[in-house]
């Protein structure tokens, strides 16, 4: 089973900060990977996919890349309604990483 | 605009099936370019992916719960179920729907989510 472990499991940033996240994939897959952002109370919200496409109405701060078996979420200028967890998931019939926590400094 | 709306049980007895519905508005079920699927959370944990349905009625499930799930559509009625038995309190959890794209398998629409807590 491809496994993707996300990384790091939280991170404490200030506004204006750039902030990157990774999942790195287990074996070489496609790049059908999606990135989510949920916050408490609310569904999760797709913001990237196919790897760097970003989501209609996703502001252009956040940006997706991925380099083998690596994929990046770089969040460029952190915004106060940005703190939330944020989740990968390679394609849609597998497990999503363990998710990364965006708190205040 | 689509919408996705989840109903069912909020409260669900240990060994027994959870039952959730999830009704679309504002697009068809039908559609060849969507597939339709469940997600949980449960209490300070992550997302977890249950399974999906396309409407032809092909299903496709989380290999962890796949002997306990089953997932359905009523087209007539624009709706996906999703039935979950012999239920524990590890099964406690918020529960989303939500539509994946086809072709590049993201989902772009949830449901608000329900909950559903596993008490005797």
């Known amino acids: 089973d491809i496994q993707m472990t996300q990384s790091p499991s939280s991170v404490s940033a200030s506004v204006g900060d750039r902030v990157t996240i990774t999942c790195r994939a287990s074996q070489g897959i496609s790049r059908w990977l999606a990135w989510y952002q949920h916050k408490p109370g609310k569904a999760p919200k797709l913001l990237i996919y196919?790897?760097?496409s970003l989501q209609s109405g996703v502001p252009s701060r956040f940006s997706g890349s991925a380099s083998g078996t690596d994929f990046t979420l770089t969040i460029s200028s952190l915004q106060p309604e940005d703190f939330a967890t944020y989740y990968c998931?390679?394609?849609?019939?597998?497990?999503f990483g363990g998710g990364t926590k965006v708190e205040i400094k | 605009q689509l919408q996705l709306q989840e109903s069912g049980p909020g409260l669900v007895k240990p060994s027994e099936t959870l039952s959730l519905s999830c009704t679309v508005s504002?697009?068809?079920?039908?559609?060849?370019?969507?597939?339709w699927g469940w997600i949980r959370q449960p209490p300070g944990k992550g997302l977890e992916w249950i399974g999906n349905i396309y409407y032809t009625g092909s299903t496709y499930y989380n290999p962890s719960l796949k002997s306990r799930v089953t997932i359905s559509v009523d087209s007539s009625k624009n709706q996906f179920s999703l039935k979950l038995s012999s239920v524990t309190a590890a099964d406690t959890a918020m529960y989303y729907c939500?539509?994946?794209?086809?072709?590049?398998?993201?989902?772009?629409?949830w449901g608000k989510g329900t909950t559903v807590t596993v008490s005797s």
């Open positions: 504002g697009g068809s079920i039908s559609s060849s370019s969507y597939y």
């Open positions: 998931q390679l394609a849609n019939r597998f497990p």
């Open positions: 196919a790897a760097s």
């Open positions: 939500a539509r994946t794209d086809y072709s590049y398998y993201y989902m772009d629409v």
